[in-house]
Nanobody
Framework: QVQLVESGGGLVQAGGSLRLSCVPS????????MGWFRQAPGLEREFVSA???????NYGDSVKGRFTISRGNAKNTVYLQMNSLKPEDTAVYSC???????????????????WGQGTQVTVSE
């Protein structure tokens, strides 16, 4: 069974940092674009960041300058470094994989065919 497994979430004070990891199992995603999305209770899923196969990156406006997406050396693990966290960053964060051949925008959840279960990030005042 192909899965994406997120880790690294937790409780942190405002201004703190967390690093999320997304590790696949069942296959490699080194030739997939990868993205991070988040969803807070009562709100729609929000695009956070994406990284292409060539390591091009893009970010949602609310996290630009604070979050950084990257791949591990083997390109199979994707990280989301989150700095200067704010209470409004509180959400479940999920990683997702977009298969080769997709040429639409990676900010759209429909670009992704495989999703992880998510990891909770809670930022206190």
């Amino acid at each position: 069974q192909v899965q994406l497994v997120e880790s690294g979430g937790g409780l942190v004070q405002a201004g703190g940092s967390l690093r999320l990891s997304c590790v696949p199992s069942g296959r490699t995603f080194s030739n997939y674009a990868m993205g991070w999305f988040r969803q807070a209770p009562g709100l729609e899923r929000e695009f956070v960041s994406a990284i292409g196969v060539s390591n091009s990156t893009n970010y949602g406006d609310s996290v630009k300058g604070r979050f950084t997406i990257s791949r591990g050396n083997a390109k199979n693990t994707v990280y989301l470094q989150m700095n200067s966290l704010k209470p409004e960053d509180t959400a479940v964060y999920s990683c997702a994989a977009s298969p080769p051949g997709y040429f639409g925008t990676l900010t759209n959840p429909r670009a992704y065919t495989t999703w992880g279960q998510g990891t909770q990030v809670t930022v206190s005042e």
